[in-house]
């Protein structure tokens, strides 16, 4: 809810406004099995950018998800764990896991064929038979 919305239609209008995002659902994921540093929950999502992951985090503390423990330490040491109400999301969060893994081969089947068109092929790709596929 990061965006300042604050009111909503729905409970599941809420709940996606919370876990919306390409990284949000691996970063919740990652923190559920204990308080992690910063540097370790980068490791656990691969391809995210720090800036992305600081983002997102800032965010889900916003939502009071996710907690941020900074130690007095020098260096300083922070540790990012769930709240109640970021273990609640996760444990709705499995039976959506479930579905994608029970259907995951059929979802990217879609996607694939979607890409390729009616054909088979991809849009733009010359075949043999294709006045684009022969050379001058």
């Known amino acids: 809810m990061a965006k300042g919305k604050t009111s909503y239609g729905c409970g599941l209008?809420?709940?996606?406004?919370?876990?919306?995002?390409?990284?949000?659902?691996?970063?919740?994921?990652?923190?559920?099995?204990?308080?992690?540093?910063?540097g370790e929950l980068r490791r656990r999502v691969p391809g995210v950018s720090e800036k992305v992951l600081v983002q997102q985090l800032r965010e889900l503390e916003a939502d009071g998800v996710v907690h941020r423990e900074v130690y007095p330490e020098v260096p300083p040491r922070v540790e990012y764990s769930l709240?109640?109400?970021?273990r609640a999301l996760n444990t709705a969060l499995i039976p959506l896991g479930e579905w994608g893994d029970?259907?995951?081969?059929?979802?990217?089947?879609?996607?694939?064929?979607?890409?390729?068109?009616?054909?088979?092929?991809?849009?733009?790709?010359?075949?043999a038979g294709s006045p684009l596929g022969r050379t001058p």
């Open 83 to 86: 709240t109640e109400l970021g």
């Open 13 to 38: 209008d809420a709940a996606v406004d919370v876990v919306g995002g390409k990284w949000k659902p691996g970063i919740l994921w990652a923190v559920h099995h204990g308080p992690m540093r910063f």
């Open 102 to 127: 029970t259907f995951m081969e059929l979802i990217v089947a879609h996607k694939e064929a979607a890409r390729n068109g009616p054909s088979g092929r991809q849009p733009g790709a010359a075949g």
